[in-house]
């Protein structure tokens, strides 16, 4: 095997460090070449990740240099398109890891056998999860709909495992095409210039990825439990944009977190996070529905409203409350957005607005450098009500209290709305109820504006909406 070149298919693993189809090719192989299928239909509602993209693919690249092995960007329709051409070529063997996503795995399948039907030699590994997203279910044989019960069984099946050594790439006899094609990595970055305000907060690559998640276990871990919650300081480990492009592997986090002597409330918490990213992928391939529509189907006949004046205000974060538009504001500035808020702005959209939970999933979609289906999906169809253990849709989250609480000083509000900053914290989270002579340089309306809806009546309508599902 070794005399034939080994090929690579990268899609969102861009690592070193447990990445097993590259340790394997370059253990078995003398001349190992890896390609990226660049399409860009799949990025059209996901504006922010090319920029992401661009960074990734091009520290990837160099750092692939350093171990002899050549990376290959190509642009196509289609992966079909690129595996016919290779499946035509010869001497050679291919590997990738696994994504999961119901139509990726469909790809794996169909293309297993056209390359068994061409005799060519291939290899797919276990992707970027702690279990493949088809082994975990109940006793009855049945998938998992409530994530406590899930994670538990999954937690223990991965650790009755055991922990398999990591594979290492060896570094090749010379660089070697294979593709002889590739594009201009500059052509990727988007039109629209916003990204570039992203330098600012992120570094796209292993390791970045590989210093913060440490960084975090030894410094945040313990504390997370309750700083999770509070948006104006690091209370979060931000690592979900490096897994999402596979700069990191979630075992390697893992096996991080168990190095710490005191497993406490927080290291809990944080391990609690890593199995909701299981359980989204687990639901999504069993329910491959819920990517196109609700899981539970009573919602089809939610009375959602259709207003396209305030669908804009919550995406410019000019709602008029405070801890909405803050958070929008985060998510446009920075390519990110602090968990609790993006519960609390899912809420105000689906709740308050009562705009179907689709526009917000593509806005998010469009605008995270984190995006990744299982979860973003997943994570709005919770918030709706309309998913798998989700959050009943009559918990409505009270902007103004959750300001309050969360947010006591307004340091996260004043952070992102500046035109907020001479408010006193009384007023910070209600900023209506300000008299004009209180603070010489706002006025309500128009320094910032008044509140698009009422919440106790918009509360109301929400109510007797979800009411009429029942009927």
């Given amino acids: ?24 090719a370059s253990q078995n192989h003398d001349h190992v070449s890896a390609f990226y299928i660049l399409k860009k239909k799949d990025f059209t509602n996901r504006t922010a990740q090319l920029w992401w993209l661009y960074k990734s693919l091009k520290n990837f690249k160099e750092k692939l240099n350093q171990f002899n092995i050549n990376f290959e960007i190509v642009e196509a329709k ?66 998992y709909k409530v994530f406590t019960p899930f994670w538990r069984t999954a937690e223990k099946f991965y650790l009755d495992k055991g922990f398999n050594k990591d594979q290492k790439i060896k570094i090749c006899e010379k660089k070697t095409n294979f593709l002889n094609r590739s594009i201009d990595l500059e052509s990727i970055l988007p039109k629209r210039k916003w990204y570039l305000n992203f330098e600012k907060f992120w570094n796209p690559s292993e390791e970045a990825a590989l210093e913060n998640t440490k960084y975090f276990i030894k410094n945040g871990l313990s504390d997370y439990g309750k700083n999770r919650d509070i948006p104006s300081i690091e209370g979060t480990s931000k690592i979900s944009p490096y897994l999402s492009f596979g700069q990191i592997h979630i075992e390697t986090i893992w096996k991080e977190c168990q190095k710490i002597k005191v497993k406490d409330n927080g290291y809990r918490k944080y391990l609690n996070e890593l199995g909701w990213r299981e359980f989204t992928h687990s639901l999504i391939n069993y329910f491959p529905e819920m990517l196109k529509g609700n899981l539970r189907k009573d919602f089809d006949h939610f009375p959602w409203q259709e ?58 979609r469009d605008c995270l450098l984190d995006f990744n289906e299982a979860s973003n999906i997943a994570g709005w169809q919770w918030v709706a009500g309309c998913g798998a253990d989700a959050a009943p849709y009559f918990r409505i989250f009270n902007p103004i209290l959750q300001g309050e609480r969360f947010d006591p000083q307004g340091d996260y509000v004043k952070k992102w709305i500046p035109e907020l900053s001479n408010v006193p914290k009384k007023f910070i989270h209600k900023p209506w109820e300000l008299q004009e002579e209180d603070v010489i340089s706002f006025e309500t309306g128009k320094s910032y504006p008044k509140p698009i809806v009422n919440h106790v009546e918009a509360r109301n309508a929400a109510l007797a909406a979800f009411k009429s599902l029942r009927k």
């Fill in 1 to 24: 095997m070794k005399k034939n070149i080994g090929i690579v298919w990268l899609r969102n693993d861009f690592r070193i460090l447990k990445n097993d189809a590259l340790a394997y």
């Fill in 307 to 364: 207003n396209e004046k305030h669908l804009v205000a919550w995406k410019k974060g000019m709602t008029g409350y405070p801890i909405v538009d803050a958070g929008m504001r985060e998510l446009y500035e920075t390519g990110w957005m602090h968990n609790r808020v993006r519960m609390v702005t899912a809420s105000f959209l689906v709740k308050h607005l009562r705009i179907h939970w689709k526009e917000g999933e593509k806005h998010f």
């Fill in 78 to 143: 289609s992966y079909k398109e690129i595996f016919e051409k290779i499946a035509s070529k010869k001497n050679f063997s291919i590997y990738w890891n696994k994504v999961y996503e119901p139509d990726y795995l469909l790809f794996d399948k169909k293309t297993s056998n056209l390359l068994e039907s061409k005799k060519i030699n291939f290899k797919i590994f276990k992707g970027n999860l702690l279990n493949d997203s088809n082994e975990i279910k109940k006793g009855d044989n049945t998938p």
